[in-house]
């Protein structure tokens, strides 16, 4: 008889241990309206289940350990801070010689009105603490939730309720959210797509898109262009202090762009008012519909109108230099040079 030899094979399971990264740690959060405190990270908002705003921390950096959360009401809001026992912070997802400057009070909180509290400085290299803290939200429907984060990227998705977002640098990622959004931050691109309910977006500098949107739409930046596609809305806004507005798709009872400097190019429009200003740059509009009322003021560059044969209205045309045409007839009541005004069509509206 032979014999039957079994080879085992220990299995050997190997743990990496990353330094400066420390286990994730959950909070957990009650009440309708919560907010999250946090100087630096990243941090990710998604749909949660149950009654609680579950909120999973991941610390990070070589002075991680230093890191302090609490969990408590502030202004008769339930919010999460993290605590930094340092004014100086080194976040290296910055970038090498990337910094921003705020005023933290001592219970962690920070932006808000008035300047109390101490000077930080953030920056992504250096010496100084090196910490930071990496979350995921998970949001059950129905909340107001506010998030402020000094530095680091922002993603919301998928979640229902009031949210906001106050950053002080970082892009903002939006998507598939039911209910108002409100974004304000002093730099980086904003990105918001499919959200069911009015949009509020304030940036110091940074590319903003907003695109599948259900809900009245302002936009406010400093610098950086502008993108509007699919946009569902009452009203909508523009207002930038230099950078180009481009649309798509933008169907709303009154549509305003304001731009310091920048091309303005809006296609397949459906607005009965319409409004643009900006002091240089051209200015290309594509009108679905007839209007009520359609202004365009530009310091230097072309004015190109393109609209459906049953346009009607009041007629001014007025330029400083360069010629005026039109495919339209019009019955003519002064003409020159520079100016032009008469009637097309019916004559209602201006």
Known sequence: MGRSVWTGLAALTLMAVVPGVQAQETHRISGDEVAIYNLAGHVEVVRGSGSEVVVRVSRGGADAERLEVQVGDVGGRQALRVLYPDDQIVYPEMGRGSRTTLRVRADGTFFGEGSQGDRVEIRGSGSGLEAWADMRVELPPGRDFLLHLAAGDSEITGVSGDIGVDAGSGSVVADDVTG?????????????????????????????????????????????????????????????????????????????????????????????????DTGSGTVDLTLLVDVERLEVDTGSGSVTIRAPADLGGQLEIDTGSGGIDTDFPVQVRSMRRDLLQGVIGDGRGE
């Open 180 to 276: 108002s959004l409100m974004v304000d931050t002093g730099s980086g691109s904003v990105d918001v797509t499919n959200v069911g309910g009015p949009v509020m977006i304030d940036t110091g500098s940074g590319s903003t898109s907003v695109s599948g949107i259900r809900g009245d739409v302002t936009v406010d930046t400093g610098s950086g262009s502008v993108s509007l596609d699919g946009v569902e809305a009452g009203v909508v806004d523009v207002d930038t202090g230099s950078g180009w507005v481009r649309g798509k798709g933008v169907r709303s009872g009154f549509v305003r762009v304001d731009t310091g400097s920048g091309s303005v190019e809006l296609d397949e429009m459906s607005a009965p008012e319409i409004e643009v």
